[in-house]
C-alpha cells in the first residue's frame, strides 16, 4: 500500500506561481512512476505531467507544456508541480499518482497508475 498526501494548493490571480507537493509512504521501494492529474467541475480527469522515478524523463501535456515543471525528491519520496503563468483554465482538484509496476507506460491514462490522493485544490482568479 503507498499512501500520497498532496499540500500547496490555493487562491491565486492569474499569472501567479503555486507549488503542489506530493508525499508518499507505505510501499514506495517499488515506484516506479508519479503523475498529476486535474479535475474541474463538470469534466473529466486530465493529465497534467508525470514523471518516472529512476531516470526522472518528464512529460506533459500541451496544455501546461512551458508553465508547469515536475520534479521529484528520491530521498523524501516528494513529487512536486511547480507551476507558473497560472490562467483559470488551471483552476481544478489536483492529484498526484503512482505507477508500482513496470511495463508499457501510457502517462496520460489514469488506469496507468496504482495509487492515488485525495487532492488539493487549486482556483486560479481572473
Known amino acids: 500500500q503507498v499512501q500520497l498526501v498532496e499540500s500547496g494548493g490555493g487562491l491565486v490571480q492569474a499569472g501567479g506561481s503555486l507549488r503542489l507537493s506530493c508525499a508518499a509512504s507505505?510501499?514506495?521501494?517499488?515506484?516506479?512512476?508519479m503523475g498529476w492529474f486535474r479535475q474541474a467541475p463538470g469534466k473529466e480527469r486530465e493529465f497534467v505531467a508525470a514523471?518516472?522515478?529512476?531516470?526522472?524523463?518528464?512529460y506533459y501535456a500541451d496544455s501546461v507544456k512551458g508553465r508547469f515543471t515536475i520534479s521529484r525528491d528520491n530521498a523524501r519520496n516528494t513529487v512536486y508541480l511547480q507551476m507558473n503563468s497560472l490562467e483559470p483554465e488551471d483552476t481544478a482538484i489536483y492529484f498526484c499518482?503512482?505507477?508500482?509496476?513496470?511495463?508499457?507506460?501510457?502517462?496520460?491514462?489514469?488506469?496507468?497508475?496504482?495509487?492515488w490522493g485525495q487532492g488539493t485544490q487549486v482556483t486560479v482568479s481572473s
Open positions: 507505505g510501499r514506495t521501494f517499488g515506484t516506479w512512476a
Open positions: 514523471i518516472t522515478w529512476s531516470l526522472g524523463t518528464t
Open positions: 499518482a503512482e505507477r508500482g509496476r513496470f511495463g508499457v507506460f501510457a502517462q496520460r491514462d489514469p488506469s496507468s497508475y496504482d495509487y
